[in-house]
Each structure stands twice: as structure tokens, then as C-alpha cells.
């Protein structure tokens, strides 16, 4: 089946740094793809969609400019948190959509926990 | 997009069979419907979709009523390895292939107990 992976897995900055998580479609081509963002026993929340070779789409109330998203290629999507504060602390988690899949079907990756002190 | 409505918990014993019903009262006729599970610490997996009628394939059932305002999710002979939290989704698929956005609800955390 379709597999997306994200790294690192876990990563623990400082305050002020910045912190880049990698999104690959490992055996498949996905034109899009998805970032959400989960806080301990919420739901997840959709922050941007990514699309290859255009610029991202932002959910309201998420920052472009904190949040930078780079799809470049059709198995690569990479968020990076600028300037991490505690508060951007969460685990986010990645998916994409297979060209071929079912409709409605996205995959997601394992998640990547941030941990800013 | 539909707004959806599940338990917030559930708990069942193993062994037995589970069923997760969601209320989606504003479903529109193009949408589908899709579960997903997701353990702790994991991205969401993709459990069945269905639009109408009755869905089966080898990891559960979805129930849908004529009118689809519900579906119900049956997991049947549950193990402690089913604990997870499932959410219902209610959308519109893409006219080809590709991808639409999903919009997580709240979803059930479901309690498997031996």
C-alpha cells in the first residue's frame, strides 16, 4: 500500500530556532499534500494544503509566514516552524493523496513530535 | 462540509462487536463517508468509506440508512489492538483522482478491555 513517512520523528528545539519536518511519499506520486497539527487528546487540525510547485494554502489563523511550507517535488513536502516558541509544541502530522487511490483515501504519516523548551 | 457527531468514548469488552455510530444530519448528496482510526502517537489510517447502503471489506462494516443522515461503524470481534480513537468524516470526493481536504471531528476513543 501507500506509504508517507515524515523525519525526524521527534525533535526538541529551543526557543527561537527553527525546525524543518520532511513529508515523503515513499511508492507513490501525490500532488498534494496535507499538514495538520494535533494538541494532546484534540483533534486534528488542518493547517495548509500543498500542492507541487505552487505556493501552499493556509487554514485560517495559521501563519505563512511561522509556518513555511515547500512541496517541491511530487514525494517531497517539508514544513518548517520559524522562530519556535513553546506554544508551537504538537505533534503534526502529515498526508497526501496517492493519483491513483480511492477516492477520499489520504495517507498519512507517522507524525512528528515537536517539543519546544 | 457536513458537521458530524460521534460518542466521545466507548468502551467494550474483547470479543465483542463494536458499533460507532455517527450522525452526519447535513450531508449533502455528492458527499461520501469515511472512518479513519488513529492510535496514539500515529497519523490516521484510513479504516472504509461508503455512500450508501452497507460497505464491508476485511477490517469492518459501514452501515448506511436510506436516508444517510447516520452511518455506523462495525467492528466485529474486537481485540485490546483496537483501542484507538475513530473519526467519521463526511465530504465530497474529488471528480477524478487526487484529494480534497478532511476535517477532523472530535471522534470516538474507543476502550477495548480484556
Known amino acids: 500500500g501507500a506509504v508517507v513517512s515524515q523525519h525526524p520523528s521527534r525533535v526538541i528545539c529551543k526557543s527561537g530556532t527553527s525546525v524543518k519536518i520532511e513529508c515523503r511519499s515513499l511508492?507513490?506520486?501525490?500532488?498534494?499534500m496535507f499538514w495538520y497539527r494535533q494538541f494532546p487528546k484534540q483533534s486534528l487540525m488542518l493547517m495548509a494544503t500543498s500542492n507541487e510547485g505552487s505556493k501552499a494554502t493556509y487554514e485560517q489563523g495559521v501563519e505563512k509566514d511561522k509556518f513555511l511550507i515547500n512541496h517541491a517535488s511530487l514525494t517531497l513536502s517539508t514544513l518548517t516552524v520559524t522562530s519556535a516558541h513553546p506554544e508551537d509544541s504538537s505533534f503534526y502530522i502529515c498526508?497526501?493523496?496517492?493519483?491513483?487511490?480511492?477516492?477520499?483515501?489520504?495517507?498519512f504519516g507517522p507524525g512528528t513530535r515537536l517539543t519546544v523548551t | 462540509l457536513a458537521k458530524t457527531t460521534q460518542p466521545i468514548s466507548m468502551d467494550s469488552y474483547e470479543g465483542q462487536e463494536v458499533n460507532i455510530t455517527c450522525s452526519h444530519n447535513?450531508?449533502?448528496?455528492?458527499?461520501?463517508i469515511t472512518w479513519y482510526q488513529q492510535f496514539p502517537s500515529q497519523g490516521p489510517r484510513f479504516i472504509i468509506q461508503?455512500?450508501?447502503t452497507k460497505v464491508t471489506n476485511e477490517v469492518a462494516s459501514l452501515f448506511i440508512p436510506a436516508d444517510r443522515k447516520s452511518s455506523t461503524l462495525s467492528l466485529p470481534r474486537v481485540s485490546l489492538s483496537d483501542t484507538a480513537v475513530y473519526y467519521c468524516l463526511v465530504g465530497v470526493p474529488p471528480s477524478g483522482a487526487g484529494s480534497y481536504q478532511l476535517t477532523f471531528g472530535k471522534g470516538t476513543k474507543l476502550s477495548v478491555i480484556p
Open positions: 498526508s497526501a493523496s496517492s493519483t491513483s487511490g480511492r477516492f477520499g483515501e489520504q495517507y
Open positions: 461508503g455512500y450508501k
Open positions: 511508492d507513490f506520486q501525490a500532488t498534494t
Open positions: 447535513n450531508i449533502a448528496t455528492n458527499d461520501y
